[in-house]
């Protein structure tokens, strides 16, 4: 690894274009997931208890991804490409913001009102991270070299082993990221009345109904 590829600005850059990659896939993932339900409709009817109980859950997942996306930030804070960070989240799983970020977007599913619709959305968003991820295993693997294969071998790439969890370092705080990544997360909250909005609009029938979801 020559001192070129190892160098700050490099790094730097490199990281930038992979987290420009990560909010590109999440905005789209949004658009598309969020258009896609326009048509969509969960086979409980609204303002029963089931569908009501299913959205609700949602929220309680959405809030879990933002939370954990902040808590993931705490300890990575601009690190990635510089240090092999392997405290809080990051002792558990390899990729936190991706692993809350599907966790959010499963609780954007549940607005529908359908068990279906979060598994749907997690697995769209699963599997669209998992390419990313791929990706920036490489990159990671030439920046940061033996340490961070050490880190591969030891901590699962996606699904997390809790009984890694060590509490580590967080390292030096950046508040700049942290607010970033809250502005971020918060896309997610806009599924909350947005979905509300369309279960309006179908039962008024200005939207149609193309498909439902158990």
Known sequence: ????????????????????????????????????????????????PVHE?????????????IIGRLWSTLYIGGRKSAEVVTGGPYSITRNPLYLFSTVAAAGVGAQIGSFSGIILFAAL??????????????????????????????VPRF???????????????????????LLDGLVFLVALPAFELIDGA?????LPVWFTLP
């Open 1 to 48: 690894m020559d001192d070129e590829t190892k160098s700050p600005a490099k790094q730097m850059a490199g990281m930038a274009n992979y987290q420009q990659m990560r909010k590109i896939v999440l905005a789209v993932l949004v658009v598309v997931l969020f258009a896609a339900l326009l048509f969509g409709q969960s086979t409980f009817p609204p303002d029963t």
């Open 53 to 65: 109980t299913i959205e609700m859950f949602g929220v309680l997942l959405i809030f879990l991804g």
């Open 125 to 154: 968003c699963a599997g669209a991270f998992h390419i990313v991820i791929l990706r920036e295993e490489r990159y990671l693997k030439q920046m940061l070299g033996a340490p961070y294969e050490a880190y591969l071998a030891r």
């Open 159 to 181: 699904f997390p082993n809790l009984s890694l969890y060590d509490e580590g370092d967080t390292g030096s705080f950046k508040p700049r990221l942290l607010l970033t990544t």
């Open 202 to 206: 179908q039962l008024s029938g200005i």
